[in-house]
């Protein structure tokens, strides 16, 4: 529609140029030039500047060429981040103001959710008396601990990482990255997270509160380790399978050694398998 617009815009600029200042149609637009839109602006502001040429048609002029063309334009316009492949879920049914948050904590993309609940539903399951089911209401509260801790993580490494991730093509469109929030918009979004988080540390007995506390240490310096050392996937195992102490705490108050290690180590090795798979396929 732009477009239809400024073509018409054009051809009433070219015969008004034409009357006013007795010059043809070629030499206004050159043969050569595929795209004279610029040519007639820069035309019309000379006239607008020698007051042959009324402003309110200039003014028309400038507002016609400031409709975006595109369906790329009008989305970043709009606030939105381009997709690339497809909408998801949170831009179907979320508010606009709310879109660039769930991007930040990734809603749209729960495994790493998952792959930091199970070591937690693990050691739950483990800590329940023989022939009882696990409890269920710590499960729930450690599941939204994971999404809430999971996010956190995701929203420091956004933060720590928005100069180089807009050098990389898989993570330019990040919301920080690409400007659609600011690094203090991200600052406060994590305090949030932290907060509900807390909310839920509370619910546990005084030992894990502690324990899921000193997780922290490793959820903030996880980011850093990509720069520092060539064994990420390794600090990512140490931080992602801390729910394998935490679980077992919550249910008994202390930690078994003979049985959580073993639990945390082998998550550990887990975590080293498919996240050196997941570095080679990005």
């Known amino acids: 529609m732009a477009s239809f617009f400024l073509r018409r815009a054009s051809c009433s600029a070219t015969r008004l140029l034409s009357s006013s200042l007795s010059l043809s149609t070629a030499t206004i637009i050159p043969k050569s030039n595929p795209n004279p ?36 334009e009008q989305k970043q316009n709009s606030g939105e981040l381009p997709n690339r492949g497809g909408k998801s879920w949170i831009d179907v049914h979320l508010p606009r103001q709310v879109r660039p948050y769930a991007h930040l904590a990734r809603l749209d993309k729960p495994i790493g959710t998952w792959l930091l609940a199970w070591p937690c539903m693990w050691s739950i399951s483990l800590a329940a008396e023989p022939g009882i089911l696990p ?10 601990g994971a999404l809430l801790l999971r996010g956190a993580g995701c929203t420091v490494n956004d933060l720590l990482d928005r100069d180089i991730d807009t ?14 929030l600011t690094p203090f918009h991200g600052l406060c979004f994590l305090g949030f997270q932290l907060f509900l988080g807390l909310g839920i540390l509370l ?29 990420p ?48 396929q990005v």
């Not at 990512?236 to 930690?255: E, I």
């Not at 080293?272 to 997941?278: G, P, S």
Request: proline share 4%; hydrophobic share 45%; charged share 15%.
């Open 37 to 72: 839109n610029f040519i007639y602006h820069h035309h019309l502001l000379q006239l607008s500047r020698e007051n042959k040429i009324a402003s309110p048609y200039l003014t028309f002029i400038k507002e016609i060429s400031t409709i975006p063309s595109t369906k790329k």
């Open 135 to 144: 409890d269920f209401k710590t499960m729930a509260l450690f599941g939204c």
């Open 203 to 231: 619910q546990l007995n005084n030992y894990s509160r502690v324990l899921g506390a000193s997780s922290l240490l490793l959820v903030f310096s996880y980011p850093l380790m990509k720069r520092f050392t060539f064994w």
């Open 233 to 280: 996937q390794a600090y990512l195992g140490l931080t992602f399978n801390w729910g394998a102490l935490l679980g077992w705490s919550a249910v008994k108050g202390s930690l078994d050694p003979a049985i959580v290690l073993p639990l945390y180590a082998s998550g550990v090795f887990w975590t080293l398998v498919y996240d050196t798979i997941y570095a080679h």
């Open 167 to 180: 050098k990389v093509e898989r993570t330019k469109l990040r919301p920080v990255a690409s400007g659609l």
